[in-house]
């Protein structure tokens, strides 16, 4: 007989690496653009925004993580 699969709850995906990635860029992407402004070159000021938000959303999430270990 084939099994109902309906009633097998689905597997939570974390989304807090989302969310603290998603944070960080949004808050690089200001700070990037201050930055880009006051250099006269907001496309520079914006690429180094996102990539220090993006390491800093990671960052954020594996001390969080960390945390949670122990």
Not at 11 to 34: P, Y
Request: aromatic share 2%; proline share 1%; glycine share 16%.
């Amino acid at each position: 007989m084939k099994e109902d699969k309906d009633n097998e709850s689905p597997k939570e995906k974390d989304t807090s690496a989302d969310s603290n990635t998603g944070m960080g860029i949004g808050v690089g992407v200001a700070l990037g653009a201050a930055i880009g402004l006051m250099m006269d070159n907001l496309a520079v000021g914006l690429a180094i925004g996102i990539a220090l938000g993006t390491v800093i959303g990671a960052a954020t999430y594996t001390g969080e993580n960390n945390k949670k270990d122990e």
